[in-house]
């Protein structure tokens, strides 16, 4: 069993940046993947950054690449999600969630566990 709990999100104008931290117990680190999709109202959940951890190297969506960085504390059980130069289209619920069956790090259906997600707002 993995439980995962986020931290970090807020209220911010574009331009400024954010850290959002996802702790995790039981067995997350030892599956196939671990990072963070983002829900925003009347859209469907998409990925934003996740760790491949039998490459150990991130992925990102193009949308986030160059803004967003994703990094990890091994000792901590914690994964965060560096976010600067947030945008006004950056506006979502944030989850984490372990990847726990084989493909790709961009498919949702592939990871079973998830955080409660924290919301985060960016204003003009």
């Known amino acids: 069993q993995v439980q995962l709990v986020e931290s970090g999100g807020g209220l911010v104008r574009a331009g400024d940046s954010l850290r959002l931290s996802c702790a995790a117990s039981?067995?997350?680190?030892?599956?196939?993947?671990m990072g963070w999709f983002r829900q925003a109202p009347g859209k469907e959940r998409e990925f934003v950054a996740a760790?491949?951890?039998?490459?150990?190297?991130?992925g990102y969506a193009d949308s986030v690449k160059g803004r967003f960085t994703l990094s990890r504390d091994n000792a901590k059980n914690t994964v965060y999600l560096q976010m600067n130069s947030l945008k006004l289209e950056d506006t979502a619920v944030y989850y984490c969630?372990?990847?726990?069956?084989?493909?790709?790090?961009?498919?949702?259906?592939?990871?079973?566990?998830w955080g409660q997600g924290t919301q985060v707002t960016v204003s003009s």
């Open positions: 760790f491949s951890w039998s490459s150990g190297n991130p």
């Open positions: 969630a372990v990847k726990s069956r084989v493909g790709s790090l961009y498919n949702a259906r592939l990871y079973d566990y």
């Open positions: 039981g067995r997350a680190f030892s599956s196939y993947g």
